[in-house]
């Protein structure tokens, strides 16, 4: 079966410090990738995607996330936090072949001032 | 674009009713709409996922009579809670597909209801 990890389930950082977000998927067909942000007792808000092409995707909010097939990962980044960030950000992959998405279980972005 | 909206977003139900939550896509046709659960501070789960006019497809351990879903146009898909108990409250969050939207694999979804069963 397919899985998504996602290392770190509470992640801090400075306020203008690089952010670093952490996804693994297990799949020997490289699925459709997503990073989605979701903040308290909202839904999930789509930040960026990956389906083929350019590996290195660039998302709202200054996101970005690079298709590492070799590595079967899909780290998310952005160069510098705001405090607006602070969220939960999960990773989700749909297998190739289905419509179905598998999240990962999440990691919790507090930035500190 | 692909506006998927929920109703109601909160909700307080006594133990042993039923409660009905609607997911609606606004500008769209929604091919397949899927249901989520989500306990705090965990992911989401699938519970099921449903296309237009067919029976709803459940995820093992999913109590299909207790979470009836029912997806009766293109537009809307309803997920009732028969017989609620308390560990039943949960955040329930849908999100739904369609087959001219971004190639047919990007779920757009819903604000979440949260359910609350005292």
């Known amino acids: 079966a397919q899985s998504v990890t996602q290392l770190g389930s509470h992640v801090s950082v400075s306020e203008g410090a690089l952010v670093l977000l952490r996804c693994n998927y297990s799949?020997?067909?490289?699925?459709?990738l997503f990073w989605y942000v979701q903040y308290p007792n909202q839904g999930l808000q789509l930040l960026l995607k990956?389906?083929?092409?350019?590996?290195l995707v660039k998302g709202i909010n200054g996101f970005e996330a690079e298709f590492k097939k070799s590595e079967t990962s899909f780290h998310l980044t952005k160069p510098s936090a705001h405090m607006s960030d602070a969220a939960e950000y999960f990773c989700?992959?749909?297998?190739?072949?289905?419509?179905?998405?598998?999240f990962g279980t999440g990691t919790r972005l507090k930035v500190l001032a | 674009g692909a506006v998927v909206s929920q109703h109601p977003s909160w909700v307080i139900c006594k133990s042993g009713t039923s409660v009905k939550i609607e997911c609606r896509s606004l500008?769209?046709?929604?091919?397949?709409m899927f249901w989520y659960r989500q306990f705090p501070k965990q992911s989401l789960m699938l519970m099921a996922t449903?296309?237009?006019?067919?029976?709803?497809?459940?995820e093992q351990g999913v109590e299909k009579d207790k979470f009836l879903i029912n997806h009766a146009s293109l537009t809307l898909s309803t997920l009732t809670v028969t017989s609620a108990h308390p560990e039943d409250s949960s955040f329930y969050i849908c999100?739904?597909?369609?087959?001219?939207?971004?190639?047919?694999?990007?779920?757009?979804f819903g604000p979440g209801t949260r359910l609350t069963v005292t």
């Open positions: 999100s739904a597909r369609g087959s001219g939207l971004a190639g047919g694999y990007e779920q757009y």
């Open positions: 799949s020997s067909v490289p699925p459709y």
């Open positions: 990956y389906t083929t092409g350019a590996t």
């Open positions: 989700a992959v749909s297998p190739s072949g289905t419509y179905k998405y598998i």
């Open positions: 500008d769209f046709q929604a091919t397949t």
């Open positions: 449903s296309n237009e006019g067919s029976k709803a497809t459940y």
